[in-house]
């Protein structure tokens, strides 16, 4: 089962994504555990907080692993009976643009939707739904907005379910109803 939460920020998208977790963790009556695999770093001191808070309102029996950037290295790396949630792909996005060029993350994102389309487990992933803004100035927040909506279109079109969050509300968008399997996302110039 892949599962993909979108939301803006403070929607309750990772608060959602835990206590789907949470349920799939009860409902399993076995050993596993969920792996949170959490994709933030801390800059500066606001990012910090922010973080410090989502370590304080999650389950502290789950494995944490900090990955800022090699997705598909850990992912390939788990085993069947790994219940994961991964939060979230916009930061992951941000720290390959703030940190490498574009052609390196095409080259991780693919590698990262090979190893989720071979993936046994049950997984969640959560991203921010940032393309309901106007367009941005400056070039890098348009790059950033484009390549988030590529990246979400990308693992929307692979998972079995996606959830939309608004004001704390899960909007179904997606029911294990694959898209057409000639779909590409598309690369739109605006």
């Not at 290295?73 to 994961?84: A, E, F, P, Q, Y």
């Not at 941005?136 to 907005?145: A, I, N």
């Not at 990308?154 to 029911?175: E, Q, S, T």
């Amino acid at each position: 089962m892949r599962h993909l939460v979108l939301g803006g920020a403070r929607s309750g998208k990772s608060k959602f994504a835990e206590n789907l977790c949470d349920s799939w963790l009860n409902s399993k009556r076995s050993n596993s555990n969920v792996v949170y695999i959490a994709t933030a770093t801390a800059g500066d001191d606001e990012m910090r907080q922010r973080i410090q808070f989502h370590q304080q309102t999650r389950n502290q029996d789950w494995q944490l692993i900090e990955e800022p950037f090699y997705l598909s290295d850990i992912l390939s790396k788990l085993t069947r009976d790994s219940i994961v949630l991964i939060d979230c792909l916009t930061l992951w996005l941000s720290n390959w643009l703030c940190t490498h060029d574009v052609e390196s993350f095409a080259q991780e994102k693919s590698a990262f939707v090979d190893q989720l389309l071979n993936f046994q487990g049950k997984i969640v992933i959560v991203s921010n739904e940032v393309g309901s803004g106007i367009v941005p100035m400056g070039e890098l927040s348009r790059q950033f907005s484009d390549q988030a909506g590529w990246l979400n279109q990308a693992i929307a079109n692979i998972v079995d379910k996606v959830h939309l969050i608004v004001a704390g509300c899960p909007l179904v968008l997606k029911d294990k109803q694959p898209l057409s399997t000639d779909y590409k996302p598309g690369k739109d110039a605006c």
